[in-house]
C-alpha cells in the first residue's frame, strides 16, 4: 500500500440527495452527482490518502484494479475494443461507444440493466476473446507466468461455460 501520510479511512456517511436532481446521490466531500449508489461508494475511495493498487510501469496508486488496469493500458498500449466501422481502437467499451455515437452516429441498443457480454483480456498482448475458456489457454500456452493466470481460483474472474473444462483444470493443478 501506498499513503501520502497517516491513513485517513473515507468515512461511511448516508448519502445526501443532488440539489439540482433530487434523483441523483451526491458525494458529501465534492459534489458529484451519481445516479447509483454503488457508484458513489466505488467514488469514495477517491478521497482516500492510501492507494491499494501500485502501477508496475510509473508507481502511481490507485484505490481501485479497475482503474490500475485502465492506467496500465497507457503504458502497455493495450487497445482491445476495437471500432467495426473505422481503424480506431480505444482501451475502453464505454470510450468505444462514446465514439461509435459522436463519430459514426451509431447507438449501441442495450435495454434496461442489460449487461454487455464479457470480454477477456490479456493484458500482456492486447488478445480479446469472448470465452474464458480460449483466454485461459491463451494465457498458458502464451504467458505461463502471468499473474492473471492466479485469478482462475477466483470464480468471479473465470466463469467457465463448460464445466468439464473447469473440473479438468481442478484436476490437472
Do not use: W
Not at 47 to 74: E, P, V
Not at 82 to 88: Q, R
Amino acid at each position: 500500500m501506498v499513503s501520502d501520510g497517516p491513513e485517513r479511512p473515507v468515512e461511511k456517511v448516508a448519502p445526501v440527495r443532488s440539489e439540482s436532481d433530487p434523483n441523483k446521490l451526491s458525494c458529501r466531500i465534492c459534489g458529484k452527482g451519481f445516479g447509483l449508489q454503488r457508484l458513489l461508494n466505488r467514488h469514495m475511495k477517491c478521497h482516500s490518502d492510501t492507494k491499494r493498487y501500485l502501477c508496475t510501469f510509473c508507481g502511481k496508486g490507485f484505490n481501485d484494479t479497475f482503474d490500475l488496469k485502465r492506467h496500465t493500458r497507457t503504458h502497455t498500449g493495450v487497445r482491445p475494443y476495437k471500432c467495426n466501422l473505422c481503424e480506431k481502437s480505444f482501451t475502453q467499451r464505454c470510450s468505444l461507444e462514446s465514439h461509435c455515437l459522436k463519430v459514426h452516429g451509431v447507438a449501441h441498443q442495450y435495454e434496461y440493466k442489460q449487461r454487455r457480454s464479457k470480454v477477456y483480456v490479456c493484458e500482456d498482448c492486447g488478445h480479446t476473446t469472448k470465452e474464458p475458456e480460449v483466454h485461459y489457454v491463451h494465457l498458458k500456452e502464451q504467458h505461463p507466468f502471468s499473474p492473471a493466470l492466479m485469478k482462475f481460483y477466483d470464480k468471479r474472474h473465470f466463469k467457465f461455460s463448460n464445466t468439464n473444462f473447469a473440473n479438468m483444470l481442478l484436476t490437472c493443478n
